[in-house]
């Protein structure tokens, strides 16, 4: 699976550990196996959830069957939020990376909480402005940086995950969908970077020749 680094860009909003335990004592903790979907892309988004215990993969599956990562979720971490407020469907698929526990948070338990602590309502109100701090960012960037320089910092990020701090694998299409570009654009950065010497090409990977700039 390869991941994205969009979402992991900003600092996330988290749910310290004795929030989730009084958490705990007020809602059931669902449990998941490792690849167990937690969410559907097109569910409707009547909760959202709060990793109690483990991790959770975000992303989305293609037509193709191909996997785009979005981000790794742990203990405190939420998601589902901008589905549950603006009545959306779901927008990504949600699988346990490995054994998890979750609680789902529906309107109901919601007014509980904000109800018995008003702190709720300002942890939910910094995850949605850091949420839209990440989306302005990401308009900004495609306005103001050419489809090379995007992808360098795509590239960046992605590599400084890799286990030898220099190999990326994905294909093309999945870098132009983390991107936003068409296939054309891409492989025209690709070129671009290539022709440059800050990058070498195989079937299915990309290693940095020269240090990329990092991402953000």
Same mark, same amino acid.
């Given at each position: 699976?390869?991941?994205?680094?969009?979402?992991?860009?900003?600092?996330?909003?988290?749910?310290?550990?004795?929030?989730?335990?009084?958490?705990?004592?007020?809602?059931?903790?669902?449990?998941?196996?490792?690849?167990?979907?937690?969410?559907?892309?097109?569910?409707?988004?009547?909760?959202?959830?709060?990793?109690?215990?483990?991790?959770?993969?975000?992303?989305?599956?293609?037509?193709?069957?191909?996997?785009?990562?979005?981000?790794?979720?742990?203990?405190?971490?939420?998601?589902?939020?901008?589905?549950?407020?603006?009545?959306?469907?779901?927008?990504?698929?949600?699988?346990?990376?490995?054994?998890?526990?979750?609680?789902?948070?529906?309107?109901?338990?919601?007014?509980?909480?904000?109800?018995?602590?008003?702190?709720?309502?300002?942890?939910?109100?910094?995850? #949605?402005?850091?949420? %839209?701090? !990440? $989306?302005?960012?990401?308009?900004? /960037?495609?306005? @103001?940086?050419? =489809? &090379?320089?995007?992808?360098?910092?795509?590239?960046?990020?992605?590599?400084?995950?890799?286990?030898?701090?220099?190999?990326?694998?994905?294909?093309?299409?999945? #870098?132009?969908?983390? %991107?936003? !570009? $068409?296939?054309?654009?891409?492989? /025209?950065?690709? @070129?671009?970077? =290539? &022709?440059?010497?800050?990058?070498?090409?195989?079937?299915?990977?990309?290693?940095?020749?020269?240090?990329?700039?990092?991402?953000?």
């Amino acid at each position: 699976m390869q991941r994205s680094y969009q979402l992991t860009f900003a600092e996330r909003t988290r749910l310290p550990a004795p929030g989730r335990e009084r958490l705990l004592a007020t809602a059931p903790a669902r449990r998941f196996a490792d690849g167990q979907f937690v969410q559907h892309q097109g569910d409707p988004g009547d909760a959202f959830w709060v990793v109690v215990e483990g991790h959770v993969l975000v992303g989305r599956y293609a037509e193709d069957g191909g996997f785009t990562a979005f981000a790794v979720l742990g203990p405190g971490d939420m998601f589902g939020e901008l589905a549950f407020f603006t009545g959306i469907p779901r927008q990504a698929d949600a699988i346990a990376s490995g054994p998890a526990r979750l609680i789902a948070i529906d309107r109901p338990l919601l007014r509980s909480l904000m109800s018995a602590d008003i702190g709720w309502a300002e942890l939910l109100l910094r995850s #949605l402005g850091r949420q %839209l701090a !990440v $989306s302005l960012d990401i308009i900004d /960037a495609d306005r @103001r940086l050419p =489809a &090379a320089e995007r992808l360098a910092r795509l590239l960046a990020a992605m590599a400084a995950d890799a286990d030898d701090g220099r190999t990326v694998r994905a294909t093309q299409q999945q #870098l132009a969908d983390l %991107l936003g !570009v $068409s296939r054309v654009t891409l492989g /025209a950065a690709l @070129r671009d970077l =290539a &022709a440059l010497g800050r990058i070498e090409r195989g079937y299915g990977w990309l290693r940095i020749a020269t240090p990329l700039p990092p991402a953000g």
